[in-house]
């Protein structure tokens, strides 16, 4: 079964630098879809990037992008300029046929 | 536009009453339909999805169940509340071409006591 791993239950980073959040999944398809999720306080789960499978080129969103390693399947995202309204839990999602969460990351932006 | 919406936003129940919530979509024919539970502070739990009307997949066996009476109608519902049926609910739609994005609806926060 797929399973999606986030290792780092909470992170912190202080406002204007980078952080990356680590993703890793397993599966056994080879066409797929990965999300990260992004939910602040008011708890609406906001879509911050996506990247699908067959695609080599890392996603980029403003200031979020990815860091895709399909063989290793690892799919970890970078925040960069950190602003404080970036404080928000974030998942990692994989879909294929079913979607599968990870146990999130509790972002911390420190002024 | 496609919007999501569920109601009631907050919700008080004693143990033993029953629940209905509501998700509906708008803007979007046919989507896939999902209610998830996510208890405080952690991850999100699937609950059910279902593909069309009247068509419900189960995921977790619970005293819950859910309904499609409607394209674009999800109910979820329980007989008799457990105090471990406390959570915050959302719901979700996924489109034809929407690149498997999961859009999701504001939520319930559902305290039994």
């Known amino acids: 079964a797929q399973t999606v791993t986030q290792s780092q239950p909470e992170m912190s980073v202080q406002e204007a630098e980078t952080v990356t959040l680590s993703c890793t999944y397993d599966?056994?398809?080879?066409?797929?879809?990965l999300f990260w999720y992004k939910q602040p306080p008011s708890r609406q789960m906001i879509l911050v990037i996506r990247?699908?499978?067959?695609?080599?080129q890392n996603a980029t969103e403003n200031r979020f992008s990815v860091n895709f390693q399909k063989a290793a399947k690892s799919f970890s995202l970078k925040i960069s300029d950190s602003q404080l309204g970036d404080a928000a839990m974030y998942f990692c999602?994989?879909?294929?046929?079913?979607?599968?969460f990870g146990t999130g990351t509790s972002l911390t932006v420190i002024p | 536009s496609q919007t999501i919406h569920q109601w009631p936003a907050t919700l008080v129940q004693p143990v033993g009453s029953p629940l209905s919530l509501e998700c509906t979509v708008e803007g979007t024919s046919n989507p896939n339909l999902y209610w998830y539970r996510q208890a405080a502070g952690r991850g999100l739990q699937l609950l059910f999805y279902?593909?069309?009307?009247?068509?419900i997949s189960s995921e977790v066996p619970q005293n819950l169940s859910a309904s499609r009476p409607q394209d674009r109608q999800f109910i979820l519902s329980s007989k008799k509340l457990l105090l471990s049926d406390s959570g915050f609910y959302l719901c979700?739609?996924?489109?034809?071409?929407?690149?498997?994005?999961?859009?999701f609806g504001p939520g319930t926060r559902l305290t039994v006591l």
């Open positions: 999602v994989y879909t294929g046929n079913q979607f599968y």
């Open positions: 599966t056994s398809e080879s066409d797929y879809y």
């Open positions: 990247q699908e499978a067959y695609k080599q």
């Open positions: 979700a739609w996924v489109g034809v071409s929407s690149y498997n994005e999961q859009f």
């Open positions: 279902s593909v069309g009307i009247g068509q």
